[in-house]
């Protein structure tokens, strides 16, 4: 070799080595800074709660900081559109509801994001159940005998409280008045504390509503609880029957809580996003701070939250529109 060829290859690897550093430099390995958690619900609720959890094993596991960040407004909507606009880079993420994933989409004109094509889905993360509980004064201690007393007094004649309009046990009430042919007369509160003071007050005689507040109501007697809406017994109301096992077989209406990035995040952070919090999901300390909350955990990857995505969304669509509820 000629000198001034080895002199133009030793240029040349020179030139090369900083390139490739430089490349390495544009796309280091992920997590390399902190991550935000938008959770869009206000904080020390329990989608809040479940956001934190996840964000604090991560950081644990990871070593790079996750902070949780609430943005509040419109059922979810205003955390989710933030983080459907972010940067698709893995470092902004969406604690999410059914609302934001699934039903929010039927019950606002306005929506600020599309449901499936601005995110990617990242993990499912856990559920609650709703309980119809009762009054004792109620003529009826069973599912069947709710179902028939109602059906007795005719349409909207039997009322039922629920925290909001499209919430989550508003929602479940309507799905089994469809199936059992019943019609109930909805009154609307402004949050569970103020269904829960009337309804052991007897102002009100039932409710569908998420079950932990309730359960210590429940276990003392001041309230009796005819159904829980999960798919299985609650693990802390054993003694509760299921709506299903009680006549309505596959009935499943549990609120449940997910992880998503924006679209067009790499699939291979994704990927790592979703075995890592799946992973977590299933670890014996996690479980213990979700059902710490009153929530359960709901492990699933990215294809299982998609999937269970898309069942959602078939059952709330037909829910919705048998309701009537018109978008606001």
Known sequence: MSESIRRRSLLAAAVAAPMVSRAGWAQPAYPGKQIRMVVPFAAAGTTDLLGRIVAQYLTEVWGQQVIVDNKTGAGGNVGAELVAKAAPDGYTLLLGTVGTAVTNQYLYKNMPYDSVKSFAPVALVGEVANVLAVHPSFPAKSLQEFVAYCKAQGPNKVSYGSP?????????????????????????????????????????????????????????????????????????????????????????????????????????????????????????????????????????????????????????????????????
Do not use: C
Not at 217 to 239: C, D, M, N, T
Not at 243 to 257: I, K, L, R, T
């Open 164 to 328: 909001a309009i499209g919430g989550t046990g508003h929602l479940a009430m309507e799905y089994l008045s469809e199936l059992a042919g019943i019609k109930l007369e909805h009154v609307v509160y402004r949050g569970s504390s103020l269904v829960m003071k009337d309804l052991l007050a007897g102002h009100i005689l039932d409710t569908m509503d998420n079950l932990p507040p309730y359960l210590q109501h429940i276990q003392s007697g001041a309230l009796r609880a005819l159904a829980v809406s999960s798919s299985k017994r609650w693990y802390s109301a054993p003694q509760v029957p299921t709506v299903a096992e009680q006549g309505y077989p596959g009935f499943d209406a549990a609120p449940w809580w997910y992880v998503a990035a924006p679209a067009g995040t790499p699939a291979d952070i994704v990927g790592k996003l979703s075995d890592q919090i799946t992973k977590g999901i299933r670890s014996e300390a996690v479980i213990k701070k979700i059902r710490e909350t009153g929530a359960a955990e709901l492990a699933g990857d990215a294809a299982a939250l998609a999937r269970h995505m898309v069942a959602e969304n078939a059952k709330w669509k037909k829910v919705i529109a048998a309701a009537k509820l018109e978008p606001q």
